[in-house]
């Protein structure tokens, strides 16, 4: 008789083969990379000065609300991120490794905290994903404790960083990727594009949970702000323009990669 484990693994295998499942979380990594899309433009205008949002996903969100369609555009974007964590919660029962497991429900919980994000631009919440981590950061910082938990927030920030600027320098993405499909040219490209992506994505991310640890370290809730925080500290630089300019370049190339997995992740 099979295990109770291997029914649950059999179910979940049953329902990832599902077509329309796989239609929306390929639909998934379109909305994924326009969000990045939309953030990398949100950088550029903060390297010019012209940002007048916080520098995070939920910052681009708020851009978008304000155009034409943005809403209808914003419920879009939410469906698909959902769709993406279903599709990982799928993979956390039938993959076997563990490791795979534990990046799994990273995943399912990052695309899940990015849709309520989503969610509360909807509904005319004003307060920024950065604020809230500030808030809360500012909160944590009053004992011991709570500055132990965001020094190891920041420590795991900054892991989550060196391990998206490793698969892009060493292009471990393209195991995920049906490469086989591709042409010759459109595989360079993809690779180009993932490699500057990940890697762009991992610095940002690294600096970020840096801050966290000095936040921690001077009772400082202002350098707890993630990835604002971030584009904050290069902006402070001498070539600040360019860095940032670099920034959204590397956005902009995920953001693209993001849209050539909706062809070509293996799903």
Same mark, same amino acid.
């Given at each position: ?94 993959? #076997?490794?563990?490791?795979? %497991? =534990?990046?799994? $429900? *990273?995943?399912? +919980?990052?695309? !899940?905290?990015? &849709?309520?994000? /989503? @969610? ?66 459109? #595989?360079?490209?993809?690779? %180009? =594009?993932?490699? $500057? *992506?990940?890697? +762009?994505?991992? !610095?940002?991310? &690294?600096?970020? /949970? @840096? ?41 902009t190339a995920y953001g693209l990669f ?10």
């Amino acid at each position: 008789m099979p295990s109770a484990t291997s029914q649950a693994r059999g179910a979940a295998s049953r329902a990832a083969d599902n077509t329309w499942l796989e239609r929306l979380t390929r639909a998934g990594f379109v909305c994924y990379g326009v969000l990045h899309l939309l953030f990398a433009y949100l950088i550029a205008q903060i390297a010019f000065g012209a940002g007048g949002e916080d520098g995070d996903q939920s910052g681009a969100m708020h851009k978008l609300a304000a155009k034409p369609y943005g809403t209808a555009l914003i419920v879009v974007l939410v469906v698909g991120l959902v769709a993406l964590a279903v599709w990982q919660l799928l993979e956390i029962v039938t993959v #076997r490794s563990h490791l795979e %497991r =534990l990046a799994s $429900a *990273g995943r399912v +919980a990052f695309y !899940l905290y990015l &849709g309520w994000n /989503g @969610v509360k631009v909807l509904r005319g919440k004003k307060t920024s994903s950065a604020d809230t981590q500030q808030d809360a950061t500012e909160g944590l910082l009053g004992s011991d404790l709570g500055r132990l938990t965001v020094g190891v927030a920041g420590v795991v920030v900054a892991a989550i960083g060196v391990g998206l600027a490793y698969a892009g320098l060493t292009r471990r993405f393209e195991r995920h990727l049906r490469v086989s499909r591709m042409s010759a040219a459109t #595989r360079r490209l993809i690779s %180009r =594009l993932g490699t $500057a *992506g990940y890697t +762009a994505k991992g !610095l940002a991310y &690294g600096i970020a /949970g @840096v801050l966290f640890v000095v936040a921690a370290v001077r009772y400082d809730p202002d350098k707890a702000r993630g990835l604002d925080a971030a584009l904050q500290a290069l902006a402070g630089q001498s070539y600040g323009t360019w860095l940032l300019l670099l920034t959204a370049a590397g956005f902009t190339a995920y953001g693209l990669f993001a849209v050539g997995e909706a062809r070509y992740r293996k799903v």
